[in-house]
């Protein structure tokens, strides 16, 4: 079974930077989209970021203009540049891929997630 694999988090003062990364650990074909999705104690799974296999970039509006998502599709790896942590971006952060597969009854959406990489923001 292939998953997505996560590195890049840590413990990081307020105002630091990390830079999280994630590649599938075999072959994955054809991903459509990939993203960062992050869950905090106590709180639901969020939308951190998206990027279609064109380029085009999605972001919650908590971290614009603070973290940058980009993609290399020859590797199907995603990365998320975060500069200006706060220590409320603290939370597991999921690496995300999605793949359109086609079938008889019309195409569906399927989702790899990746284990989760914890970052840490202390003020």
């Known amino acids: 079974q292939v998953q997505l694999v996560e590195s890049g988090g840590g413990l990081v003062q307020a105002g630091g930077s990390l830079r999280l990364s994630c590649a599938p650990s075999?072959?994955?074909?054809?991903?459509?989209?990939m993203g960062w999705y992050r869950q905090a104690p106590g709180n639901q799974r969020e939308l951190v970021a998206t990027?279609?296999?064109?380029?085009?970039?999605n972001y919650a509006d908590s971290v614009k203009d603070r973290f940058t998502i980009s993609r290399d599709n020859a590797k199907n790896t995603v990365y998320l540049q975060m500069n200006s942590l706060k220590p409320e971006d603290t939370a597991v952060y999921y690496c995300?891929?999605?793949?359109?597969?086609?079938?008889?009854?019309?195409?569906?959406?399927?989702?790899?997630w990746g284990q989760g990489t914890q970052v840490t923001v202390s003020s």
């Open positions: 075999g072959r994955i074909f054809s991903i459509n989209v």
């Open positions: 995300n891929a999605v793949v359109t597969i086609s079938t008889m009854t019309g195409p569906y959406d399927y989702s790899y």
């Open positions: 990027i279609t296999s064109g380029g085009s970039a």
